[in-house]
């Protein structure tokens, strides 16, 4: 029992509007904290190490604890761990939140983008299970992304490949500003509806077109409230695809993690080097 | 001598506007011989079959031959070896290309697309020599590209990644209709020009925000006329980059080979399966 225990991993997902924590095994996910995203850094801390500290403490101490994944928005220097710009979330520019939390807890910590930690959750244990070339899109306070190829993570020259949502698609303005964006600004009207189809679908045909995914896995916390929408982008996006097996061929698939994908993704950053 | 001799490779390149054949060993072309696209399917036959014949006699035979390797532009099936559809060139739709060469010639072939060809050249003998991540775009008749990560190209699940051409950036339309054939329409105009850097300019900068590559190498038909405006597009692409590093550190680059890279990077189609 003692040794089941120690492979607790702390999975941690912040994202724009909120931060969830758990212990995480594989796919299964315990004692499950959800907090809103604090508003500074001082009350950044001192909430994160409250609700680390109450996952130790439920996972019976230290002792059981393999490590901490952690994702998070931004560009991220993921060598060094520094979070180096956020436009979502500007107080965290220039931290250094892997040395943070390793001081703090005295755990081995993994930090990575919190799409790509989406994308790897449903990848390795979700509706991406059966496919090796898969693009994961979060729709959430802003748009990211995770793509993966031959079973691998792609992060690029610099660690920023997948930043999906800043793909300039109409005017001057990027998916994120096109979808999720002008959504909330308009509150949610029904022409407002139209445009996030219609831009969701033409970023849906950009990614199959550059990347030619087999499924292509969409979650995030705005997914929930534009699930209905994305049948219909999925329509447009058809138009726009000019090699006519990728268009019948790719999947589009929404996540079936839920709002644990997150989590189950930066924890396993520590199964495996590759994904 | 002969053992030597009987290393040639026929690479041929066929673009929406001309097609370039040549002997090829690594990156060396020997006798290159250039012609327009013809018109329809009979032309295009009997005019391939006649340089292809040449080259074969400048080789001193077809036992110096090693095999027939072919770029050529639209949605290929790469494993039969047809042409499915090709807007540029549409008397071509449905051709088993491979079959068709084999059958006249008896040598084995290998097809690609024909941006891949020239991405595979300059990342083998050219510019991106020296990297492990580049994406090849392709100015001509229309816009092509090829995306090289870890060394590998990337055929996506239907053979279809790379079409970086067909990425909708503005109004609906996309990056080979907002650049090269905006470009051709407006003869040229000074208004254009604006536009076809600024455009360039986004899809250099959603290229970068996606992919992170190390490096970006243009060419094609149409780079020799825009060089000029290639500066102008990287600057506009600056503030649509979002990740400051991936920013700084990408390399611009026209490629090297210059019109031979097409041939060059067929051709190698016969010296590595992964590239």
Same mark, same amino acid.
């Given at each position: 029992m003692k040794f089941l225990n120690k492979n607790y991993i702390i999975g941690i997902d912040i994202g724009g509007s909120k931060i969830i924590a758990a212990l995480v095994k594989g796919a299964r996910v315990f004692h499950k904290i959800k907090i809103p995203m604090p508003k500074n850094k001082k009350d950044f801390f001192s909430k994160l190490e409250k609700i680390i500290g109450e996952l130790i403490k439920k996972a019976g101490g230290k002792q059981n604890i393999r490590g901490i994944g952690c994702g998070i928005g931004g560009a991220l220097d993921l060598e060094k761990g520094i979070i180096l710009s956020w436009s979502n979330v @500007?107080?965290? =520019?220039?931290?250094n939140i892997k040395n943070w939390l390793k001081k703090e807890f005295n755990r081995e910590v993994k930090i990575d983008n919190d799409s790509k930690c989406f994308t790897r959750g449903e990848y390795l244990f979700g509706? $991406? @299970? =059966?496919?090796k070339n898969v693009v994961g899109i979060t729709l959430g306070t802003g748009v990211g992304g995770g793509i993966i190829i031959n079973g691998k993570m792609i992060y690029g020259a610099n660690g920023?490949? #997948?930043?999906? $949502?800043?793909? *300039? *698609? &109409? &005017? #001057?303005?990027d998916l994120e500003e096109a979808t999720v964006k002008q959504m909330r600004k308009s509150k949610f009207s029904k022409m407002a509806a139209k445009e996030f189809e219609k831009n969701l679908g033409i970023g849906l045909a950009n990614i199959i077109n550059i990347l030619d995914p087999e499924a292509i896995i969409i979650g995030g916390g705005a997914a929930k409230t534009t699930g209905a929408f994305i049948l219909k982008a999925r329509k447009i996006s058809k138009k726009f695809i000019v090699f006519p097996q990728a268009e019948k061929n790719v999947k589009i698939l929404n996540g079936k993690l839920g709002e644990n994908a997150g989590t189950i993704g930066a924890a396993a950053l520590f199964y495996s080097q590759n994904i």
């Open positions: @500007k107080f965290l =520019d220039g931290l509706v $991406g @299970k =059966d496919y920023s490949a #997948g930043e999906i $949502g800043h793909m *300039i *698609i &109409n &005017n #001057g303005k």
